[in-house]
């Protein structure tokens, strides 16, 4: 079937605004990630679910990323306040369920904070 | 210093070349190890899986562990102009689902 489906493509935006990035996942696929992906870096992680709950959330920098899946499936990455510092690609990934199972990644939304 | 350390590169060589691409790492309590393959505006696509010590084949693609020196290679044989594209290295602990720990990622351009 389809891969990791990621809306929008690219987000422009400005300081202070809110924004939500969508994941759509594998379908099957009960494990959930997000990742942040700043330019010349590697992907950094930012939250984990399990179903409809975040395992771990870690990886988020401060209270102005929220993440939900509310049916286990479909995610949406909130951030409020955005500041230009926001500004990277966000990547979303999704598994089977075992701690073995390899992540599948979506193609990411561009973040620009102006 | 990172958990993870990956020379950015930019790494070029000629078609047909045999290229080696490496990782240390410091936390000896990582099991599971991944190499990505990156295009540009792409999301990162999974190569190589391995789970503790030892080597994989695929294709034209080897990854080898050595948890005792805490280092992992990619290898990839007779390069294509295709294989240009930035190269991950992933890793993660048995008991932290899907938190991996990437390194910086190597560019590598290989030349026809």
């Known amino acids: 079937g389809a891969g990791v489906s990621q809306t929008p493509s690219n987000k422009v935006t400005e300081k202070g605004k809110y924004v939500e990035l969508r994941c759509d996942p594998i379908s099957g696929h009960t494990a959930l990630y997000w990742y942040r992906q700043s330019l010349g870096q590697g992907p950094e992680f930012l939250i984990y679910?399990?179903?409809?709950?975040?395992?771990?959330d870690s990886g988020l920098p401060n209270d102005r990323f929220f993440a939900v899946r509310p049916e286990g499936s479909v995610s949406t990455l909130k951030i409020q306040r955005t500041e230009r510092g926001d500004s990277a690609v966000y990547l979303c990934?999704?598994?089977?369920?075992?701690?073995?199972?390899?992540?599948?990644f979506g193609n990411g939304t561009r973040l620009t904070v102006t | 210093q990172k958990e993870v350390e990956q020379d950015p590169g930019p790494l070029s060589v000629p078609e047909g070349a045999i290229v080696s691409l490496n990782c240390t790492y410091s936390?000896?309590?990582?099991?599971?190890f991944m190499w990505y393959r990156q295009y540009s505006r792409k999301g990162p696509e999974l190569l190589m899986y391995t789970y503790s010590s030892g080597n994989k084949e695929d294709g034209r693609f080897t990854a080898q562990v050595d948890k005792s020196s805490k280092y992992i290679s990619l290898f990839i044989r007779d390069s294509q102009p295709s294989d240009s594209a930035t190269y991950l290295c992933?890793?993660?602990?048995?008991?932290?689902?899907?938190?991996?720990?990437f390194g910086q990622g190597t560019e590598l351009s290989v030349k026809p």
């Open positions: 679910f399990q179903g409809t709950g975040a395992a771990d």
């Open positions: 992933a890793m993660k602990k048995g008991n932290q689902g899907g938190k991996l720990i």
């Open positions: 990934a999704s598994s089977l369920a075992g701690l073995g199972s390899p992540l599948h």
């Open positions: 936390n000896s309590a990582f099991q599971y």
